[in-house]
């Protein structure tokens, strides 16, 4: 596996802070934990992969889940994907009251064709979203993910990314995170209180 970089920790160290500075706020019942939260997620415009546009305005009034990959990933994003199809099928009813979205942090080789044909190999409430590569800068920076491409020795490259699935609420508030390597019943415990949630 390849080493995660210097500045994939500090996209996790970030994160962290994040987090935790929400937790500390929430238990405090404080309003700065509204404007912690409100610090991830934000406006973008991206593209199904039936090519419909899609903005962050789509995902109001639904809990949902984000989580950024690519489709040549070899390791962080199937096994996401697949752990994530597991969560749904637990979920039953519930998983039908959130929304859960793949966004692609490589465009260039992910457009709607391949990423279409990708997630065929998963839960199909899970939705691809692709863009421009100036699209998927624009949400990258809305919800501070890191992504770097690293070119390999035979010329063909790898994508660096977070590997973080993002918790949202359905008025497009950040409510938490799931660890990548999570274990099953605490991915789905927190999914059924983001559903409970709204
Ligand atoms: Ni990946």
Known sequence: MRTIRIGA???????IAVVGY???NERLGGSVAELAGASIGGPFTLQRTDGTTVTEKDLMGRPHAIFFGFTHCPE??????????GWLGELG???????FYFVTVDPERDTAEVLAQ?????DARIAGLTGTPEQVEQIKTAYRVYSRKVVLDDGDYTVDHTA??????GD???AGTIAYGE?????????RRLVKDG
């Open 9 to 15: 920790w500090l996209a996790v160290a970030a994160l």
């Open 22 to 24: 929400v937790a500390l």
């Open 76 to 85: 962080v994003c199937p096994t996401t994907l697949w752990e994530a199809s």
């Open 93 to 99: 009813g519930d998983a039908d009251r959130f929304a």
């Open 118 to 122: 990708y997630m065929t190999s998963f």
């Open 164 to 169: 973080t699935v993002y918790l949202m609420h």
């Open 172 to 174: 497009g508030r950040f």
């Open 183 to 191: 274990d099953t019943a605490s991915a789905v415990a927190k999914l």
